[in-house]
């Protein structure tokens, strides 16, 4: 891809070439400087979790080009549900950030009963980030080596096994799971995925699925053994490790990160907030970063982002049916 020059955030009122389009306001706002303020980025994650990561990665890299400072804040609790709804009650200017997953946003959609954000009226995409499969892992020391052996304890345990996680994805991979194989292990949620690394240790669940920054960091820290993913193929940079798919179970829970604000937020800053995050994963260290997380980059336009939250929605529906969930 051709590398752009330095961009930064210039006047709201802005001819974007690359569209073909005037992006105009109208009234007194279109004389205003974007950004004008400090810009908030919101995570839903607690600091040193695999999401809050990814959140000040980019929250990071986006200070060269906004030229005010930009502020983190974590959010934590209720799956993402806290940071969503203040991302969503907050004032459409451009100026709260709001790096989550998409997929958490679609899956929450159904499960959160009387869920006070319409995410598909309430929540705009600006950019996405990241593609990323959910990882299945056992603490590094357990006799569990792939996936066979995983299923044979599950079906030796009955209901006496378990799993962990800290997302609503990992519920409904392991769900799934269940569903699928016959098996009755028992969800345990917790706060992070770090959480759930003692419980490993002890023996207390008998395998865990989380996002595979945080499955791979553990794993370099030798806490931890991935022993697949939840994807349609293959990592290209871990062949070592296998899909769920190959072993009879086509799970495939496929994460992605995006860049999100209020609806209201008006569409060219919108649209300058897609080019300067497009042109942060465009470059060598981003990419690297996605690989050492386990993801891969993912450059789009806004339109492409609604699509895939939209489409999720539907496919998490289906998730959701199959695993005889209901909305807590």
């Not at 400072?69 to 969503?88: D, H, L, M, Q, R």
């Not at 022993?227 to 349609?232: N, R, S």
């Not at 970063?289 to 980059?297: E, K, L, V």
Request: proline share 8%; aromatic share 8%; with cysteine.
């Amino acid at each position: 891809m051709q590398r752009r020059p330095g961009l930064k955030f210039t006047k709201v009122a802005i001819v974007m070439a690359w569209m073909g389009t005037a992006l105009l306001l109208h009234g007194p706002a279109r004389a205003q400087t974007y950004p004008s303020q400090n810009i908030h980025v919101i995570g839903a994650f607690p600091p040193g979790s695999g999401s809050d990561i990814i959140v000040r990665f980019f929250a990071e890299k986006l200070r060269p080009f906004a030229d005010k400072p930009i502020i983190v804040e974590s959010k934590p609790g209720a799956n993402g549900k806290i940071a969503t709804e203040y991302t969503a009650r907050s004032k459409p200017d451009g100026h709260t950030l709001f790096i989550h997953a998409g997929n958490a946003l679609a899956s929450n959609s159904l499960l959160i009963k009387n869920n006070p954000v319409d995410v598909v009226k309430q929540i705009a995409v600006a950019a996405t980030i990241n593609q990323q499969g959910f990882m299945v892992v056992v603490d590094s020391k357990s006799p569990v080596k792939t996936v066979p052996d995983l299923t044979d304890l599950l079906k030796k345990k009955g209901d006496k096994a378990s799993f962990g996680s800290s997302s609503n994805q990992g519920l409904i991979a392991g769900s799934l799971l269940n569903e699928m194989g016959k098996f009755s292990a028992v969800f345990v949620n917790y706060r992070t995925s770090a959480d759930s690394l003692n419980d490993l240790a002890s023996g207390a669940i008998d395998y865990a699925i989380i996002d595979p920054a945080a499955a791979l960091a553990m794993e370099r820290n030798g806490r931890v053994r991935p022993i697949a993913v939840m994807l349609p193929q293959r990592l290209p940079f871990r062949p070592d490790i296998p899909t769920l798919t190959e072993f009879g179970f086509p799970i495939e829970i496929v994460g992605w990160f995006a860049a999100m604000v209020p609806a209201e937020t008006p569409r060219p800053i919108v649209i300058q907030l897609n080019q300067c995050i497009n042109q942060i994963i465009d470059t060598d260290e981003a990419r690297k970063f996605m690989t050492d997380i386990g993801a891969t980059p993912w450059i789009s336009k806004p339109e492409d982002g609604k699509a895939r939250l939209v489409a999720d929605i539907t496919t998490w529906r289906r998730y959701v049916d199959v695993a005889k969930l209901v909305p807590q």
